[in-house]
């Protein structure tokens, strides 16, 4: 079993920073890329930023400059740092592990693993 857990989501006003974290855990043997997406009202999940294990980074167009996507492999975790947050920032953010399992001498995957999601709301 694999699980996703994030942390770190909230109500900040516009202009405000928020850190979230997600922190995988259960039998794995390896991560390969992370990832950040989010989902707003009535819109598709995009993806927000991406890191591989050699910490090569992608963003979206619209966050480039604010949002800072790091890891930190000895922990199995990915954190995004949001800075100079907007309304239309606000969404469900989900994190994404693409991963190998390891059972015993038998290895799963890679497969793409989620957490629960984390509520950002940007408001005054």
């Known amino acids: 079993q694999v699980q996703l857990v994030e942390s770190g989501g909230g109500l900040v006003q516009p202009g405000g920073s928020l850190r979230l974290s997600c922190a995988a855990s259960g039998s794995i043997f390896a991560i390969n890329a992370m990832g950040w997406f989010r989902q707003a009202p009535g819109k598709q999940r995009e993806l927000v930023a991406s890191?591989?294990?050699?910490?090569?980074?992608n963003y979206v167009n619209s966050v480039k400059g604010r949002f800072t996507i790091s890891r930190d492999n000895a922990k199995n975790t990915v954190y995004l740092q949001m800075d100079s947050l907007k309304p239309e920032d606000t969404a469900v953010y989900y994190c994404n592990a693409n991963l190998i399992r390891k059972s015993g001498n038998r290895y799963y995957g890679p497969d793409d693993y989620w957490g629960q999601g984390t509520q950002v709301t940007v408001s005054s």
């Open positions: 890191i591989t294990r050699g910490t090569n980074t």
